[in-house]
């Protein structure tokens, strides 16, 4: 992909200062970019670096004045940060996610069904009795179980793995290598100590616009649905239990993990690496820290809980202060002994 | 798949009280279910839920005496929990698990066997000299290396990943992503501070009835085997090392790790997101709760160990009370300081 | 695979001492070894098990004096260790990464490129306008996306997912169902609590004899490049984000996950489950221990981390050692009390 500074100045409805013919062929941080590069300048923070960047051109305010001369050429624009992300958008598409039309070999048995203007890469397989929408984009490699339904404007990305009986929205986004229904763990022990496998029948839903991280697993519900509300994002490595119910606009991030029949509410934010015990109800808006460990539900809104196990961020962070300090705490304990009971005489 | 509530009292030897012709198409439990489910009743401390359930039918007890009228259909059974278990391991035999037949394209080396009534989706891969047992069922997109060796009855799901020379025995499940065999993680330093890979040239050995989660990971063995022991249970995205070696009827929870070389006994309970350290030994029945890291070795068996270092559970729940109670302990300790040794005078 | 006694003499320079026709069909550590087994001996430690060995070959040095008769034949070499090391990479090139030649179906667009004697697994994928080296080793269900470029030498295990735009370098190994290129995890809150996607452009570079471990997953970058510098090894399970930037000879250990736009330098050791925030700097020669949690940059170099949140760790131990006897110290801080304030009199 190539362009010239003129033909982006002249979609963002833009005018060039400078040389509109400069060849462009990437987007880049204003601090890090090079010849060939696009970059942009929004915040009145970066503006040195505007005098001194590497970029082809810039898109800036078109109410900015300059301090001094810039090397690069300008593309003026109403707001720069708007149209910066336009581009990146753009880009992102013609790249990668506007791809259409059927790769040989790709796999789809005949009772399943899929809209216009989708793209089946090579070696994808979707089975029995799936209704797929339009405008899916399905990357080499994926697999979709039987009786999945999908809704439009979807993107599955290289091998994700979609059980059967799974319902997918609209507008979603499951990266690599994510599971999606796999059977919750669930086993009853045995009088001999062994387990007997419980079956899992249930299955995932995730509502619109959801977005599923790479390689993160997600267990579909003994009966019933575990089910990703409308706007979460789950990062890469979650783990997510059977029946685990995760509600609309929360964050879940890397690495952490779910268990079973917990209810997450709206508008939370789960920090990475964070565990949360089985059964639990969190209420809307609360934030978990980075590795912290639940073990009780929390039913007032808006409450921060840090610490393995967790308890409320001020709390937490006063007790760690003190706990780096634990040495000390002795050494002064062991004085006011020393004070309280002095040596016996010899 | 619909029956009516006569034919589900047939194959389960019940009696029918209310309308048999009715259809069922789902399980359900019995506090969730909608019309066209059939739900059960086992515990006594559910029966409310009977008398307001949306289940078209219930498997109940022959003994039940009813305390109030019924809208749904009644099927009366010996032991309703074990009948409906029987349903759901069949509904999963006939959804998911009793496919049976080869899907084209499907890739097998002319060197590799695989017994008779098996199932191989399209684009499932078997590398050369295989011995697959009968009864099998390798979901698209499976891959398995040279010299692979499975029991009877095992099930791969889709996009599992099996390293060349992995042995697995008769009844094993392994989840969608799940990689078995992958080298361990062995590097020697260099004088100049990089690091030599070691070859990675042992096994995995998955006994029978063993269950691998999804997106799970189990190194081989430097040389020898890491070996997964008789029914042990391991969860999704479980890391194991090479070298290690789990007992029998173990079962280990999602994202917890394994260094290399540990040993753990029969009848153990790690639970999720734990750490353990390289060539310990834990004895049989260890507990090891959520999170916690565990650097020691333990001879005695049945040992709770929690915390990051871990120890005796007890100890640690009662440190861990303490510790969100420190800036408390600082300030009695302060108090005991000023009493001590009081201001100077001016 | 077999060889006799004799013929790996031969190729190693070696003397036979014993009968040399005997065959050999695989390595093993000497205390485990059994019949058709080659071992060695480097280490005079592990000198005993020379005489009880089972082992039919043992490779042993020159200057080895024998203290008591040996059943099993010897292999006399210089460098027993070296010679041992030879063979296990002997072994592991010809059972798992000297595969050539291509097996169909395979994919690869007609404007990609490969180098000479290279393998390509079936089912494997290559995109558009991608430009692949020489004695490269694409095993079964590779997908490579658009544009990639992958360095002389360099394996990628079954699974393995490479999105658009990923370079990768010479001789690196990436390990099965691992991810590189996925979106970092960016979105931008909105008014409403919801969260815009921030579309991801950049890419991941791995450069020359990098390892990365299985289902393994690294974000591109949001613009520029997360890279993974010259030789460092990345275990299983890792999560790496967007901008992160790991340096030379850098080992990071399964589970661990490495936030937004962090660096960390050369020679660093992150044990495993450790938790980095983001936009950190690490210097040279950091080791951080397993399960800690980093929420500070390090300045000098060669600092020793644990705990979560972490600080050195000469005082975490110290602090470790006191937590687990709080109960103590607060049983002495009460008698304390008690003495300065005696119970007031009825």
Avoid at 55 to 61: L, M, N, P
Avoid at 89 to 107: C, D, I, N, S
């Amino acid at each position: 992909m190539e362009f010239t500074v003129g033909q982006i100045a002249e979609v963002l409805h833009g005018t060039v200062e400078g040389r509109g013919d400069q060849q462009i062929n990437r987007l880049a941080k204003i601090e890090e970019a090079q010849a060939g590069s696009l970059s942009f300048l929004a915040n009145p923070k970066y503006e040195p670096h505007l005098y001194s960047t590497g970029a082809t051109a810039v898109i800036v305010s078109r109410t900015l004045e300059l301090r001094q001369p810039v090397a690069a050429a300008l593309i003026r624009v109403d707001d720069p940060y708007t149209s910066f992300t336009a581009l990146l958008e753009f880009y992102q598409q013609a790249t990668r996610t506007g791809k259409r039309g059927v790769e040989e070999p790709a796999y789809m048995a005949a009772s399943s069904r899929i809209g216009d203007n989708h793209y089946r890469g090579a070696f994808s397989y979707i089975g029995e009795n799936c209704e797929i929408g339009a405008d899916v984009v399905i990357f080499p490699h994926v697999v979709i179980g039987d009786r999945v339904k999908i809704g439009d404007g979807t993107i599955l990305y290289p091998g994700a793995k979609i059980y059967a009986e799974t319902v997918i929205g609209r507008h979603c986004v499951v990266h690599a290598g994510a599971v999606i229904g796999s059977d919750g763990f669930g086993f009853a022990p045995q009088p001999d100590g062994s387990y007997r496998t419980i079956p899992q029948i249930g299955n995932v839903v995730l509502q619109d616009n959801v977005s599923i991280g790479a390689n993160a697993t997600i267990d579909c519900a003994t009966m019933g649905a575990t089910t990703i509300r409308e706007g979460a994002k789950i990062d890469n490595l979650v783990q997510i239990a059977h029946n685990v119910d995760i509600g609309r606009h929360t964050v879940v991030a890397a690495q952490t993990g779910i268990s079973g029949s917990t209810k997450i509410g709206d508008f939370c934010v789960i920090a990475g690496q964070a565990g949360l015990a089985g059964h639990l109800t969190l209420a809307n808006r609360t934030t978990v820290t980075a590795q912290s460990g639940v073990g009780k539900s929390i039913k007032e809104e808006g409450v921060f809980l840090q610490g393995s196990p967790a308890f409320g961020l001020r709390d937490s962070l006063r007790a760690n202060a003190l706990f780096r300090h634990l040495p000390d705490l002795e050494r002064r304990l062991r004085l006011l002994e020393q004070k309280a009971q002095p040596p016996e005489k010899p």
